[in-house]
């Protein structure tokens, strides 16, 4: 049974930085593309970064780009979220994701909607305030 444990998450002002973590546990993810998505409250669940199974490419959505970095250690099947620059529009619960056709498909790019996703955190919050 896969796991994917998020942690790192918590309160910052604006313009500070977290580091978010995403361990897999029951299987390895090493050729799966790894996502993360966040949710603020009363919105859907949004797309933030994903990085194909060998560390590259990634892939951002406009509004993180430049200030958060996705990145991947196969060894410990974990993904990370380094985010810099926070601003208070970044406040929601974050999630990590593991898309299981991935490991199947030829796409250059790494999977980016939430329907391409199979395994899904329990999510971690994160609250950046002005």
């Known amino acids: 049974q896969a796991h994917l444990q998020e942690s790192g998450g918590g309160l910052v002002q604006a313009g500070g930085s977290l580091l978010l973590s995403c361990a897999a546990s029951?299987?390895?993810?090493?050729?799966?593309?790894m996502g993360w998505f966040r949710q603020a409250p009363g919105k859907e669940r949004e797309f933030v970064a994903s990085?194909?199974?060998?560390?590259?490419?990634?892939l951002y959505t406009d509004s993180v780009k430049g200030r958060f970095t996705i990145s991947r250690d196969n060894a410990k099947n974990t993904a990370y979220l380094q985010m810099n620059s926070l601003e208070p529009e970044d406040t929601g619960v974050y999630y990590c994701a593991v898309s299981e056709a991935s490991y199947y498909s030829g796409s250059y790019m790494p999977a980016s909607s939430p329907r391409e996703y199979d395994y899904w955190g329990q999510g971690t919050q994160v609250t950046v305030s002005s």
């Open positions: 990085i194909r199974r060998g560390g590259h490419p990634t």
């Open positions: 029951g299987r390895t993810f090493s050729s799966h593309d």
